[in-house]
């Protein structure tokens, strides 16, 4: 039985500093604790408005 994990991509954005600013606020709003996890689920919710579901 092998005890890898699967790795996950990264991928790297540039947002200005203000845009970061706004973003990080209404993470928190929405009781995301930080950015990435936030975005994922924004991303998440998108494609399944698009009617495909996500993996992983």
Same mark, same amino acid.
């Given at each position: 039985?092998?005890?890898?994990?699967?790795?996950?991509d &990264?991928? &790297? $954005?540039?947002?200005?500093?203000e845009? /970061? $600013? &706004?973003?990080?606020?209404?993470? /928190?709003?929405?009781?995301?604790?930080? =950015?990435?996890?936030?975005l994922? %689920? $924004? =991303?998440?919710?998108?494609? &399944?408005? %698009?009617g $495909?579901?996500?993996?992983?």
């Open positions: 039985m092998s005890t890898q994990k699967a790795k996950t &990264q991928y &790297q $954005i540039r947002l200005s500093h845009f /970061r $600013i &706004q973003l990080e606020e209404q993470a /928190r709003k929405d009781g995301d604790s930080t =950015l990435a996890t936030w994922k %689920r $924004i =991303l998440r919710k998108e494609l &399944q408005s %698009r $495909i579901e996500p993996k992983g």
